[in-house]
């Protein structure tokens, strides 16, 4: 597409020229390959998961022009629409006071955010970051839109979280939580929390509902769906 924009391999500065989005061919492994090995010990997760923050900071503050067409929306107003109708279907997974105890968090929390949308890479999960030599990658950027900064932070945490459902491993990601959003925002969280909670039932949500669809490609094992109902509930790890 015509943005004049070239999207970095690394968190290197970036630099508008090409009037084409365009991206290099990356060699290394992919970030969910390494989650599966290293879950359980290595200090290599920690630093890929501070890199993931700092390229997904560099990506959200590419200058996108006016008017471009967009192919996904992670703005809070369509998130809150997209969210209530899901949980309208979820019966089998929250009672009607659950669900009616999400609806209210979301009432209460991430609508006074003052941050701006900015640029969204559509797909960010472990699987579209390439590892290789010390250095990050990202793919599969057809679905780019638009959106709330925190919006894929939630996306690709959530996402990660799923391969740490397993006991004793909550401490081990909480460490990648928080390396995360020292490479994102330099700090140990979020620093507009409510807006976070917000954005992460958003995503559970969803997630549960592409469980609920049927397609097996989507199927979750019981250890994920305690675990994301209880993000959905708004607890952070």
């Known amino acids: 597409s015509d943005t004049g924009t070239v999207i970095p391999r690394t968190a290197s500065p970036l630099f508008l020229s090409a009037n084409a989005l365009s991206m290099e ?20 997760l920690e630093s890929w998961f501070r890199s993931a923050g700092i390229w997904l900071h560099h990506y959200q ?45 979301l009432a209460k929390t991430g609508l006074q955010s003052g941050k701006s949308d900015v640029p969204t890479h559509g797909d960010f999960w472990p699987g579209n970051l390439i590892c290789g030599n010390r250095q990050l990658g990202v793919i599969d950027l057809e679905g780019a839109g638009i959106g709330h900064p925190y919006a894929e932070a939630a996306v690709f945490l959530i996402q990660s979280e799923l391969f740490f459902a397993a006991p004793l491993l909550g401490k081990r990601f909480k ?21 976070y909670v917000f ?37 952070l790890p």
């Open 25 to 44: 061919r990356l060699e290394g492994r992919g970030l969910d390959q390494l989650i599966r090995q290293q879950r359980f010990h290595g200090s290599e």
């Open 199 to 235: 954005l992460q039932i958003t995503t559970a949500v969803d997630r549960l509902y592409r469980h609920h669809s049927g397609d097996p490609r989507n199927r979750l094992a019981g250890r994920h769906l305690k675990l994301l109902k209880q993000r959905a509930r708004g607890l």
């Open 175 to 195: 460490a990648l939580f928080e390396a995360f959003f020292n490479g994102f925002e330099h700090t140990s969280g979020p620093g507009d929390a409510d807006t």
């Open 61 to 105: 503050h590419i200058p996108w022009p006016n008017g471009l067409q967009y192919a996904s929306d992670y703005r809070i107003p369509k998130l809150r629409q997209h969210c209530s109708r899901q949980l309208a279907s979820l019966q089998d997974i929250f009672t009607t006071a659950e669900s009616d105890r999400i609806e209210a968090q």
